[in-house]
């Protein structure tokens, strides 16, 4: 859905587990770009009627952008940065509270 | 306390204020979200490629002598912190590293900036559409630009901006759709004459035009009923313009309707604000030195009322230099030779608001949409259903609350508040003003339990989750 532009400086690359698939993508970017890079266009289902959102404002406004990240869940993909072996899961529906977590 | 004075942002007001406290001898402290200075408008021009930084242009790499001068001014400058409350006797918390913290100074100044107005159409919601202003930051932080077709929507000088940009990059822009109304440029051309004291931003706009035209796309004007078409992701906008229904294919849909300002921490602190009728948003009502309804909590930037980058610049500098004063550390006369001006430098900013402000204002389509628009992203309450709520007896957004959860998702409602004040207003028959707006509490985004066990075991200091 995003591709990068030509001709800009190489960056060192980090793989992630998106769904257990891996992602190839620049290392410190937010991980919503990276994600939108990667072709991922809904990042989730609505607790509500399950309707596919992706990332709207990409500044930590809309709330639509939710992932789980190593585990945590309703974190802001556009305010997260990738790191080598993060582990980002889709959501679908509203989260339950873990009391083990 | 811990400083003299907390900052709280690292766009160009907050990097001013902390730059100019620091200088003043002042114990600073600069909180923000992000991992890098430089709020949205300069979003990291700190690590911005050369290539990059030629595409968006001269006014984007000011952000970077913004940012070197609050490297070396010696303010202590926090990243990656989120302030989740601040309270009434200015005590701020903040969330960092998964620890959580309070600071306490006599002065704060809250830098908290804009928010792209929402675009509610209806398919708004799907995959694809976002704001103008999320491009620019695509292109910002990672270079990238939408795959695909790209159709830019809406009124704004950010549209035809993004459009450039986006050209620029090699993106492939289907189609510029505008959606201000007839009358708008004859309206406009009564404050002309106020917006030539800043000319640059004139000639800036006529480059803009001359480029977007030059490139050829389809450009639509006076556009009405807009609404986005697809099953999972957008695939079309459609309108209403030259008298019949247009479709134009798109994989992405950029809707800009303007800024305004982002009022979740003012609204937490209960400061006065008032509604501006040319901007159609809530202003913070402040002092000429961000002097806020709270005694000893100022606000700068875009924060208080939409002004532009350049102003914020001098409202964060006017703000920390009421600061220094209150705090006793400037006298009368340094004081009024330092802030002239800098209040000169603002005055000329604000000569072109009011052309811009009438010139772009948004269309009824946006601030009144229609029944079947979802306005309540989060809860996915329609038009038509707050428009109900007020006929059953609903006074103002909070009581939308328990009519039907509007407002009460994850976004606290940042993204519907402005429209669900408006339309409850049109239909109550009051002004905003009278209607009010969402009551909000802390926490400011949510934060795990952990950080408030901690924090009630051991206040005023830094606590492990």
């Not at chain 2, 930051?137 to 986006?166: D, E, M, S």
């Not at chain 2, 999972?232 to 294919?249: I, M, W």
């Not at chain 2, 849909?253 to 979740?264: D, E, R, S």
């Not at chain 2, 009011?354 to 306005?375: N, Q």
Request: glycine share 10%; aromatic share 4%.
């Amino acid at each position: 859905m995003f591709r990068p532009i030509e001709g800009l400086a190489a960056r060192r690359m980090v793989t992630l587990r998106v769904e257990g698939r891996a992602v190839v993508v620049p290392e410190g970017q937010a991980l919503a770009l990276a994600l939108l890079q990667a072709g991922v266009e809904s990042f989730r289902e609505t607790p509500v009627s399950a309707a596919p959102r992706g990332p709207m404002c990409l500044m930590g406004v809309c709330f639509d952008c939710l992932v789980q990240v190593d585990g945590r869940p309703n974190v802001q993909a556009c305010m997260v940065h990738v790191r080598d072996g993060m582990q980002v899961q889709l959501q679908r529906g509203a989260r339950r509270a873990d009391p083990t977590a | 306390m811990t400083h003299d004075l907390i900052v709280i942002g690292a766009g160009p007001a907050g990097m001013s204020a902390a730059t100019t406290g620091a200088a003043l001898g002042l114990k600073t402290v600069l909180l923000d979200e992000q991992p890098r200075p430089g709020g949205q408008i300069y979003r990291d021009v700190t690590t911005a490629d050369p290539r990059l930084a030629a595409l968006l242009g001269p006014d984007y790499m000011r952000g970077a002598a913004l940012a070197q001068a609050l490297h070396r001014c010696g303010a202590d400058v926090r990243h990656d912190t989120l302030v989740w409350d601040v309270a009434p006797d200015l005590t701020v918390t903040g969330l960092r590293d998964g620890r959580s913290f309070q600071l306490r100074a006599p002065q704060i100044v809250a830098a908290t900036g804009a928010m792209e107005r929402a675009s509610p159409i209806p398919g708004w919601t799907l995959p694809g559409v976002m704001s103008a202003g999320a491009a620019q930051i695509a292109l910002k932080c990672a270079g990238a630009v939408p795959a695909g077709r790209i159709v830019l929507a809406g009124a704004g000088p950010l549209l035809l901006l993004v459009a450039c940009q986006l050209l620029a990059a090699g993106a492939t822009v289907a189609a510029v759709v505008e959606t201000a109304p007839a009358g708008r440029r004859l309206a406009a051309l009564r404050h002309l004459p106020s917006a030539l004291a800043a000319w640059p931003y004139l000639a800036k706009g006529m480059r803009m035009l001359r480029t977007v035209r030059a490139a050829g796309m389809p450009r639509f004007k006076q556009a009405s009923a807009l609404r986005v078409v697809g099953r999972l992701h957008a695939e079309a906008l459609e309108f209403s313009a030259d008298g019949r229904t247009q479709r134009v294919e798109a994989d992405t849909v950029l809707l800009h309707h303007g800024v305004v300002p982002n009022t979740q921490l003012s609204r937490l602190l209960r400061l006065d604000h008032v509604w501006d009728d040319s901007q159609l948003a809530w202003h913070v009502v402040t002092d000429a030195h961000g002097q806020t309804s709270l005694p000893g909590l100022r606000m700068a930037g875009d924060g208080i009322a939409i002004t532009g980058a350049r102003a914020a610049e001098a409202s964060g500098s006017l703000a920390a230099l009421g600061a220094a004063r209150a705090l006793g550390r400037l006298d009368a006369a340094a004081f009024a030779a330092r802030t002239a001006p800098l209040a000169r430098a603002l005055a000329v900013e604000r000569r072109i608001r009011p052309f811009l402000d009438t010139l772009y204002r948004p269309p009824r389509d946006i601030t009144a949409p229609a029944d079947e628009t979802i306005v309540c992203r989060c809860e996915e309450v329609s038009a038509g259903r707050v428009r109900e709520m007020a006929r059953l007896g609903c006074q103002g957004p909070n009581q939308t609350k328990f009519f039907s959860r509007c407002g009460m998702g994850p976004c606290q409602g940042r993204v519907c508040g402005g429209v669900v004040t408006q339309l409850l207003a049109a239909e109550l028959g009051k002004p905003p003003g009278a209607v009010g707006a969402y009551r909000v509490r802390a926490p400011l985004k949510p934060v795990p339990m952990g950080a408030l066990a901690a924090m009630a075991d051991h206040p005023g200091e830094e606590h492990a989750q």
